[in-house]
């Protein structure tokens, strides 16, 4: 027990520390994701608390901060809209769409931890996690450019004069301390001591800047002040449960299952790169899931990981599950007590950690080996960069993996090879070399000259592979054309798999593949794929 208790506490003060850090900037993205939405600030409020606390306990990357995001908030405004469409304005039926919705898709992601598909996120080459990072870096730097906007009336103009001026010095004031405290002391929380300093002095300087009150009340929101989430009963009254419904939703929910699982992984990737650790990522498909499915119930917008908060986790030393503890259970004392205290937290500390956060994230270094990797790779690594920035993370990664894929079957359709020899028995011998699948069947066809060959010909896959069912409907292929001219053909050292579903295919295969093999390197090869 001792061991077990020193385990999970050997960081705790760091854990404590950056959960605070982390809860403090929480807030207003929170709150901004909600009006992005087109919901109440305390939905966003409490799907930040209730994923943040159930994912840290039960997901599979200890440091890792979920809640409500952006990705998933610009796909729910469109099922809001056309939920509310469906009554009286005045029943906000959109709204209970929404939980219904949330639960559905965390359903979905249950789905895809039992079935075990987070293992996938593996699959993801380097040069669309570079690429994913950077736009990531440059999405969160563009988010706080709204930041320096004011409210006037209706609309949002830029600030000038001694507002924008005002605000850029407590910007740069916040960056300065969390540059020069760790070169103090590593000990020292900079983020956190860095919004401290700028709140005392905006607060007792009697500054006129935007606060996170202010940013509420702007957005229309009332405050932070609220309750404890609440069991939504109404939303078995409101939504009829019928095949209509789960058309309406089932769509939106696949949609933001999708989104929430990839970018939950590939946060849970970037987070073991930055930690040299390792996550489960298939107890986080679990976790994340079985997280929107309560808050769905409960009345949260749903949610996942946030790479913003999880680096600034990170780098604020939080490690354990402690850290996300802290900053959701911070969060809901915010939302029942200190919703005072917590109003008046400038807009511009927290833009100035950000910004931090975005120089942090940014991979500077492909900006180096850009001209020494091979160019596809350097262009899927630019092509997800801005796929990131103007359309979303998970499209981007979706459109990285498309591109990394069909880089490496040309790749390897280019290397199939065919080494021809002419035998004293007047037999022609064709040894392949190489894959052979759907990319490299053309090339794989053009080595055989069916018309001209001689009356027996042997083709020697010992150096080859038949990778899919294209290859092996090539093979179906060659061999009648063989048989049509009348001509004899074997076919040599086949995996056991293919001749299996080959004689599957079509009986007549007994008299053309060789089963009788005395090459001794056949048998080793055979023995070594099946270790």
């Not at 298939?282 to 499915?293: F, K, S």
Request: charged share 15%; aromatic share 10%; hydrophobic share 50%.
């Amino acid at each position: 027990m001792n061991a077990f208790i020193t385990k999970h506490t050997a960081n705790a003060k760091n854990d404590i520390l950056s959960g605070i850090t982390v809860a403090l900037a929480l807030v207003p993205e929170a709150v901004a994701f909600a009006f992005v939405a087109g919901v109440d600030p305390l939905v966003g409020l409490y799907a930040a608390f209730m994923i943040g606390l159930i994912t840290a306990i039960f997901g599979g990357r200890p440091g890792m901060i979920s809640g409500a995001t952006g990705a998933l908030a610009v796909v729910m405004v469109a099922l809001v809209k056309q939920g509310n469409a469906l009554g009286n304005p005045s029943e906000h039926l959109g709204l209970y769409y929404l939980f219904a919705t949330v639960i559905l898709m965390g359903i979905i992601q249950m789905m895809a931890g039992v079935l075990k598909l987070g293992k996938f996120v593996r699959l993801i080459p380097h040069p669309v996690m570079m690429g994913f990072v950077n736009g990531l870096a440059i999405v969160i730097f563009l988010s706080q450019l709204g930041m320096f906007k004011e409210q006037i009336g209706n609309e949002k103009i830029w600030m000038h004069g001694s507002k924008l001026y005002l605000m850029i010095g407590l910007v740069g004031l916040t960056m300065f301390l969390m540059y020069i405290i760790p070169k103090i002391s590593k000990k020292i929380p900079e983020a956190l001591v860095a919004i401290l300093v700028v709140s005392l002095l905006v607060i007792y300087g009697n500054f006129d800047v935007a606060t996170v009150g202010s940013f509420i009340k702007d957005g229309g929101g009332s405050g932070l002040k609220g309750n404890l989430p609440q069991f939504q009963f109404e939303l078995f009254n409101k939504i009829p449960f019928t095949w209509e419904t789960i058309k309406f939703i089932g769509p939106y929910a696949v949609i933001l299952a999708a989104i929430g699982l990839i970018e939950s992984l590939m946060t849970l990737n970037l987070v073991d790169e930055l930690t040299e650790t390792r996550g489960n990522s298939n107890r986080e498909c679990l976790a994340q899931g079985g997280a929107n499915i309560i808050t769905g119930l409960f009345g949260g917008m749903g949610g996942c990981a946030m790479i913003g908060q999880s680096i600034i986790n990170i780098k604020g030393g939080g490690r354990g599950r402690l850290s996300g503890i802290v900053a959701a259970i911070l969060l809901l004392v915010f939302i029942l007590f200190a919703s005072s205290l917590i109003e008046q937290v400038p807009i511009a500390a927290l833009v100035g950690v950000m910004f931090m956060v975005v120089i942090g994230t940014f991979a500077w270094s492909s900006f180096r080996i850009l001209h020494k990797i091979p160019v596809a790779d350097a262009l899927v690594l630019i092509t997800v960069s801005l796929v990131t920035v103007f359309k979303d993370l998970a499209v981007a990664v979706i459109v990285g993996i498309i591109m990394s894929a069909l880089v490496f079957a040309w790749e390897n359709a280019k290397r199939i090879r065919a080494r021809k020899t002419l035998r004293s028995d007047g037999t022609k011998l064709y040894e392949i070399y190489g894959p052979l699948f759907f990319g490299s069947i053309q090339a794989f066809n053009s080595k055989f000259d069916v018309k001209t060959d001689p009356e027996k010909v042997e083709i020697d896959f010992l150096e080859s592979k038949i990778s899919d069912h294209s290859a092996i409907e090539a093979l179906f292929n060659l061999v009648g054309r063989y048989q049509k001219a009348g001509k004899k053909v074997k076919l040599k050292h086949l995996s056991e798999e293919c001749k299996s579903i080959m004689l599957k295919a079509s009986p007549k295969f007994l008299d053309v593949i060789e089963n009788s093999i005395d090459d001794p390197r056949y048998h080793v090869m055979t023995d070594a794929d099946l270790i």
